[in-house]
Structures are given as C-alpha cells and as structure tokens.
C-alpha cells in the first residue's frame, strides 16, 4: 500500500507539473457585438510544436468562459499544440447564423496572431463537441480567405483550417434521424428553439435555415481531413448525421473518418482520453506525421 501511495503521489505531481508547463492567456478579445466582447482564452505548452487547436467551446449553442476546461485539452498541451478557447455569443442571445459568424472570425483573429503565439496558421485544426463539433465541421466546409480590402486587418485574414476532430456534431437539421426529419429548432431540438430564432416558426423558413446552417450542404471537393467520432445510441444527435455527412465527403474525394462507439449516448465518460485520439489525428495531418 505504501508504493501504490508514492505511486498515486507521483503520478499527481507529474500531472500537476504538466498543467503548470501550460500558459494560459485569458480573455483576449476577438471582436464585440453590439457592445458585448467576444472572447477566447489561449493555452500554450512550453514545449510547443508550431501547430494549433481552435476548440469550439460550445453545448448546445451555449458558450461561457466557465466552460473552458484545461484538462480535457491536456492531451493536445501534452504533445506540444496550442490550444484557442474560443467562447462564441450564447443562445439564446444569439442564434446559429450570428455564431457561425463569430467562429468564423476567431479563426480569422488567430490567422493574425499566430506567430505571435509560435504557431504557423498553416497548421491549425479545429476540435468540438455536439454545437461545437458543428461549428467545427463549419469551418471545415465553410472557412476561407478573407476580403483583401477590408477595413478591420482581422477580416482580410483566412479562417480555412487544415484539419478537423470533433465529437457528434449536427450536420443535416432538415434530415435528422432520417430524410424528412426536420429539426430545426423543432422535434428533438424543440428545448433548443432559441439557438434557430424567428426562421424557425415556418415550414419554409425552416428549410431556408437549414439549408445556411448545415454543414452537409457546404461539403465540397479538397476540403480538410476530417475526423468524427460518434455514439451509436446517441438520443440527442443521431449516428446518422455523421453518416450522411461522411457518405456526401467521400463522394466529392475527402477524406472523413468515424470512429463508432458502441452503446455510447451522448457523451461518455473518458472523452477526455479520446482527445489522445485527436491528437494522433492532428498529429497526422497538421505535422505530417504517420
């Protein structure tokens, strides 16, 4: 018993050495809505490896600075990645469209400041789960140069990432757990009908909004790698979604991978380890190793 006590002691200590390694910038501020700022929080290991992280911190279209959580992104901090927090403008303040928005500009903010922070904004990868996972297949499918003439020196930026791992992100609302199951902010997701604002209240607003929302319908040919890991007794955000999303990448040529679990719902205990799985993803396609 003694040994497994020296062990344990150990073995937090490290833990805690590792967490002490990590810089953490809070609160820079990314851009402000209507007198609102919108912030991220940056986490930079001392041993850094030239590439970034932009997480989505996001549930349900939710997003709070209180929801940064340095431990779940210690696998990343472990093999040298920058991490971006990003916390986006909270439904139901706020709704998808605008959010979309604010993402995109993040990344854009941090296409400007990378070197700053000794990353190249060659090789950044976004990560997420469920609204965050969305917002990350949205960069994924939507992110791209800036206007070369705009006024603010953020928005002439890019916000195109090279590689994306999320957990069960939304990607079809109109289709949710099969064609014809429509979503959008009704049905499954009727608590969440404040994330979809007025469009949601008809029929073909309804469609209209999943049509600029869904990142299926964004998929185009030479987009970046994309990983998807997914439960398949999932109740709130079917493995179909990521099915249907994999199925229409592999058709224009990308390379999208699921990783299934099985009897998993949504979310799981020790997700924080699959970011290990993350990390290898990231660790393939952003420094090209095998």
Known sequence: ????????????????????????????????????????????????????????????????????????????????????????????????PEIIEDVQRASRYIHLNAKKFGVDPNKLGVSGGSAGGHLSLTLGTRGGPGKPDAKDPIDRESSAVAAVACFYPPTDFLNW???????????????????????SDTAEGRMKLSQDIS????????????????GDADKLVPIYQAQVFEKRAKEFGNNVKIIVKPGADHGWAGMDKDMAVFADWFDEHLLGKK
């Open 177 to 199: 757990g099969a064609q014809g199951d429509d979503a959008v902010g009704i049905g499954t997701l009727e608590k969440f009908k404040p994330a979809f604002g007025p469009r």
């Open 1 to 96: 018993m003694k040994h497994l006590s020296t062990l344990l002691a150990l073995l937090a200590l490290a833990i805690s050495l590792s967490a002490a390694e990590v810089k953490r910038t809070e609160d820079l501020i990314y851009g402000r809505k209507f007198g609102t700022a919108l912030t991220m929080d940056v986490f930079e290991p001392a041993n850094k490896n030239g590439a970034g992280v932009i997480f989505m911190v996001s549930g349900g279209f939710f997003s709070a600075k209180e929801a940064i959580n340095q431990k779940f992104y210690q696998p990343l901090l472990d093999r040298g990645y920058t991490v971006f927090a990003v916390v986006h403008g909270s439904q139901p303040r706020y709704i998808i």
């Open 215 to 230: 990142p299926l319908n964004y998929i185009r040919s030479n987009q970046p790698p994309m990983l998807i890991v997914h």
